[in-house]
């Protein structure tokens, strides 16, 4: 694999410790999400720990991660810089804060403190939609991804909302009397937030991504497959959330039909892609192979659930156990996206100078080839064993299964600190801290030396 594909164009990435700062924080979420897992499945967490275990992997680790990829790739997808780089600084400790606490109260059982980490947390993904939206705008007009992060963006910004409002019902009943009630916002919110933001930047990501690392191209039924995705999975989505809302079932079936069959077709892309490729493999596209089939499996799945029943709370995130779709697609598309991102962002601001006048590593040598081997079995047989448990009702291979997938997430967030530590021009510590307003490199190992905001452009 070449050290930096051709077709990204490096100029415009933000600072190194702007986007890795962001990938940091999210592996310490999902090593703490997968350790409450565990404990809560051996009966060593009370309260509302399950709770607690979704919001530490979905709000805390997914979500930061596409917060910090985001921050990253929309600058160099689109050639043109971030709005603010004080912004991205805020709004990582405004998440990370507010899903940190909303996790413990959940946790513990305080539910009267939800509702004030929520609102750290609505702070946070608030700033985090207006400074890349902001630096959307800027790019016309949008491809593909850019379509899909716009919409997940949307979609950033309203559920947060849903979310505060559902976490101050626990201190201020309200929702009983409203015209939704708890469980169907309950149901609109999740909704929107794994099909709606997660899911979305997923499938806009892969559109360049799959293609890009497997040096591919769409054609023949690839195309066709897209244009039903980026018309259906958009108004499914929106039409399943609206559904569960209002409790509208034909609705909400409509809907959940359109994301399945958008998600089967997608599955069916992002298959070929592999197959057609011929790069050599990697931890990227290994763990992506693991989310095509899942894909495709959860796709079935859910679309006879949903058919049969898309209001049922066992059909919330379609059909089968849920950890086919939040491990085996969104967990194995983050893992092995990163695998190629920490590195990538590394390298660039490492060694990039020094190629053609000194021998200098590949991306791909950054990160130990054993530990990515042993933590993708770890994961992959700890979440193959967790969808058979739930799906057969085997608590004590859940416990394991979950243990085990723990250890995975474990070697993998090592063997991303150790590529930090040892290969940044930066400290550990100085990527993790740093000032409000330290939103650059020190002079020399930055790739962008553009102003930071509009106000310093004006300056």
Do not use: K
């Amino acid at each position: 694999m070449s050290a930096i594909p051709g077709e990204v164009d490096t100029d415009r990435q933000p600072p190194m410790t702007v986007p890795l700062r962001h990938f940091l924080v999210g592996l310490a979420l999902l090593v703490a999400g997968g350790a409450a897992g565990v404990l809560d499945a051996v009966g060593l967490l009370s309260g509302f720990s399950a709770l607690a275990h979704v919001h530490l992997l979905l709000a805390g680790w997914v979500c930061v991660t596409i917060m910090g990829a985001m921050v990253q790739f929309v600058p160099v997808w689109s050639n043109v810089p971030l709005h603010s780089r004080r912004l991205a600084t805020a709004q990582l400790w405004l998440v990370a804060a507010g899903v940190g606490g909303i996790a413990a109260s959940f946790a513990t059982g305080a539910l009267g403190w939800v509702h004030a980490f929520g609102g750290l947390a609505l702070m946070g993904f608030w700033t985090f939609v207006y400074n890349v939206g902001r630096t959307l705008l800027d790019a016309r007009p949008w491809d593909v991804t850019e379509r899909h992060f716009a919409l997940a963006l949307a979609c950033f910004a309203v559920v947060p909302a849903m979310g505060f409002a559902l976490a101050m019902d626990y201190s201020i009943p309200f929702l009983a009397d409203s015209p939704v009630g708890r469980v169907r916002l309950t149901a609109a919110h999740a909704t929107l937030a794994v099909f709606g933001a997660v899911l979305t930047t997923v499938l806009g990501a892969l559109y360049q991504l799959a293609t890009m690392f497997t040096q591919t191209e769409l054609h023949g039924v690839d195309s066709h497959l897209r244009r039903v995705e980026e018309v259906g999975y958009p108004a499914g989505v929106l039409a399943l959330a609206t559904g569960r809302l209002v409790g509208s079932a034909p609705l909400a079936r409509v809907g959940g039909l359109l994301v399945a069959l958008a998600i089967g077709g997608f599955a069916v892309v992002l298959g070929r892609r592999l197959v057609e490729t011929t790069v050599q493999r990697t931890p990227m596209l290994s763990r992506y192979a693991v989310a095509a089939v899942a894909m495709a499996a959860w796709a079935v799945l859910a679309g006879r659930a949903w058919l049969a029943d898309p209001l049922a709370p066992s059909a919330l995130f379609g059909g089968g156990p849920p950890h086919l779709l939040v491990f085996g697609v969104v967990g194995f598309v983050v893992l092995g996206t990163l695998y190629h991102v920490v590195p990538f962002i590394v390298w660039v601001h490492r060694y990039s100078d020094r190629l053609g006048y000194e021998a200098v590593p590949m991306i791909d040598d950054l990160y130990d080839d054993r530990v990515a081997a042993v933590d993708f079995a770890c994961v992959t047989l700890g979440a193959t064993g967790l969808v058979l448990a739930s799906a057969l009702g085997l608590p004590a291979v859940t416990a394991v299964s979950g243990a085990l997938a723990t250890v995975g997430f474990a070697l993998f967030a090592t063997n991303m600190l150790l590529v930090v530590r040892e290969h940044s021009p930066r400290p550990l510590r100085a990527v993790l801290v740093s000032r409000l307003g330290d939103g650059g490199d020190p002079p020399g190992e930055s790739a962008s030396d553009g102003p930071s905001t509009a106000e310093d452009t004006a300056r």
